[in-house]
């Protein structure tokens, strides 16, 4: 996560970009948005069932009853040779079957392996939602509907900015493109500081121009930068 000096490099970014304008940015910086707990049962179910016949296809298939099989292994045999035995066989194939979903799980369950093989789809709906729910929470804090929510999840290296209705109108989607371009890639290359420093800036010239200090209200907010 952030470091003390990482945090106060971004407070004193917000409160630089909020000086400028009636608006107001917060900053929400979560470890991982979900912990993606159905990927490894996926991957493991897909193995289980997929991997043992494909042993069976290229004759690879155990030579005894299972407790022999555990201590001598797997050996190439003829595709003709079965066993005779069918309901040993059976029930081999089975607990062979679960043998391999559980030691399957266990290493997909691995956190940097379930990240590999987490669909870049599933990482950003999880991400948006959070950003979602984090934009919620805060959005009765708001002044005038021109609240902005720059929203990090460092494990899926992914940025979020959600802005109010009022200033989105005005604006568009671009200038929230643009934020979350200039935080990827300082993000991707390890410097989450710099990338969220970056988006906050962009963002601030948004607000700058779309909703500056009014007369009588005090620029800025909280400059709320949270860890999750």
């Known amino acids: 996560m952030l470091s003390k000096a990482d945090h106060q490099r971004i407070h004193d970014a917000i409160e630089a970009v909020e000086a400028k304008t009636s608006g107001e940015i917060f900053c929400v910086v979560a470890k991982e948005s979900a912990t993606y707990r159905e990927v490894p049962f996926a991957w493991a179910a897909a193995i289980a069932l997929v991997g043992p016949p494909l042993a069976l296809v290229f004759g690879l298939r155990p030579t005894v009853p299972l407790l022999l099989a555990l201590q001598n292994g797997w050996s190439v045999a003829h595709a003709n040779a079965l066993g005779d ?77 959600i802005a109010d209705e009022l200033i989105h109108s005005k604006v568009g989607e671009k200038p929230w493109d643009q934020a979350v371009a200039a935080a990827v890639g300082p993000i991707r290359r390890g410097d989450a500081a710099g990338g969220l420093t970056a988006a906050i800036e962009v963002c601030g010239q948004v607000l700058a121009k779309e909703c500056p200090p009014v007369d009588g209200l005090t620029p800025g907010g909280d400059r709320e930068l949270v860890d999750i």
């Open 85 to 161: 035995d069918l309901t040993t066989a059976l029930i081999t194939y089975a607990v062979v079957q679960v043998l391999v979903f559980v030691v399957a799980l266990l290493v997909t369950s691995i956190p940097a392996v379930r990240r590999l093989l987490t669909p870049n789809s599933l990482k950003r709906a999880h991400v948006h939602a959070r950003a979602m729910e984090q934009f919620a929470h805060r959005l009765h804090t708001t002044k005038a509907s021109t609240g902005v929510l720059v929203f990090a999840s460092l494990a899926e290296r992914r940025v979020e900015v």
